[in-house]
C-alpha cells in the first residue's frame, strides 16, 4: 500500500544562490516535478498526490518555483522560465544532483525544455505535461477561455474567481471542491503572491525570447514523453502536435476525460504512464 506524506514531515528550505522551498523523498534516480504558473499554486499544491506513488521508484523533488508558494521571488532581468530553469540548476548543485529527470506541468513544462536546452548534460528524461512555450495558439490572437479565467482572478481575486479558474482546468466538475478551492484561495491571497504572479507574467512580454521555445524544440533531444488532456481549455489539445512534430525524440500520449491536470483527473494512469516511461530500458 502507498504510504501517506505530509508536507511538515517531506518539506525544507535549501540556501544557496535562490532560497527554494521543496518537497522530498524516495530514492533512486533523481526527479523533479516543476509546477506550473496558476494562481494558489505550489509544488505540493500540484504534486502532492503524485509525490507517494512516485517517490517508490525515484528521489523525488517537488520545489516551489521562484515567486511561488515558499520560495523566494527573484528579480526578473530574463523572461521566467529562463530564470526559474537557472534556479532550478542552482537547486540540483545544493543537493548534489549531476543529472535528473524533469516533469513539468504548463508553465513547469516551459521551465523544463529551457533547462534542457540550456544544460542538456543535466537533464536525462523529460515528461511534459501540456506544457506553456511549446505550441502556437490554434485560436489566434484570442486568450483561451483558461487564460481569460486566470486575468479575471488576477485583476479581481476572488472566490468566485478562483473557483472558475480551476472551472477551466478540470473535465471532471465532482473534483471542484470547497477544500480545493479553500486551499488554492489561502494560496493565492498570501502577501505578496499576487505581486509576485503578476511580475513573472510580465516578464514574459517586457522579455520576450528572440526565437521563440517552440521554434528551438527540434534542439530538444532528451527522450520525450508529451502529455496533453483532450479537454484542456487552457492549452488547447491542438498544441500537442505542434510541439511534437518539432522534437526529434518525442512520444505523445493524449488523457480523455481529462482537462489540464492530467496528475489529478488521470492520477493513476498518469502515474503508470510516468513511471513506465522513466523506466524503460534506453535505446540501443
Not at 544562490?17 to 504558473?37: M, T
Not at 523566494?72 to 532550478?88: G, H, Q, S
Request: aromatic content about 6%; glycine content about 8%.
Amino acid at each position: 500500500m502507498t504510504r501517506t506524506l505530509e508536507p511538515d514531515a517531506t518539506g525544507r528550505t535549501v540556501e544557496g544562490r535562490y532560497r527554494l522551498h521543496l518537497h522530498e523523498a524516495g530514492d533512486g534516480p533523481a526527479l523533479v516535478l516543476l509546477h506550473g504558473s496558476g494562481p494558489g499554486v505550489s509544488g505540493w499544491s500540484n504534486f502532492k498526490g503524485n509525490l507517494p506513488v512516485l517517490a517508490e521508484r525515484f528521489r523525488t523533488l517537488v520545489p516551489d518555483l521562484p515567486g511561488f508558494g515558499h520560495s523566494d521571488r527573484v528579480t526578473l532581468d530574463r523572461a521566467y522560465p529562463r530564470v526559474a530553469a537557472e534556479a532550478v540548476c542552482s537547486l540540483l548543485d545544493e543537493l548534489g544532483i549531476e543529472r535528473a529527470h524533469l516533469l513539468g506541468n504548463s508553465m513547469g513544462g516551459y521551465v523544463a525544455a529551457e533547462l534542457a536546452l540550456a544544460q542538456p548534460e543535466r537533464v536525462d528524461r523529460l515528461v511534459l505535461m501540456g506544457p506553456g512555450g511549446l505550441a502556437v495558439n490554434p485560436l489566434g490572437p484570442d486568450q483561451s477561455e483558461g487564460a481569460r479565467r486566470l486575468s479575471e482572478f488576477m485583476l479581481a481575486p476572488s472566490r468566485d474567481a478562483m473557483r472558475a479558474w480551476i472551472d477551466c482546468m478540470v473535465a471532471d466538475k465532482r473534483l471542484i471542491t470547497d477544500e480545493l478551492v479553500d486551499e488554492r484561495m489561502a494560496n493565492a491571497m498570501a502577501p505578496g503572491a499576487i505581486e509576485s504572479a503578476m511580475e513573472i507574467f510580465l516578464s514574459l512580454m517586457q522579455h520576450p525570447e528572440p526565437v521563440p521555445l517552440w521554434a528551438r524544440a527540434a534542439a530538444i533531444t532528451q527522450p520525450t514523453l508529451i502529455t496533453w488532456g483532450r479537454d484542456d481549455r487552457m492549452l488547447p489539445v491542438e498544441g500537442a502536435l505542434f510541439a511534437f512534430r518539432r522534437m526529434p525524440d518525442a512520444e505523445l500520449h493524449l488523457f480523455s476525460r481529462c482537462g489540464h491536470w492530467a496528475q489529478v483527473e488521470r492520477k493513476d494512469d498518469f502515474e503508470r504512464l510516468v513511471t513506465d516511461f522513466l523506466t524503460r530500458p534506453g535505446r540501443v
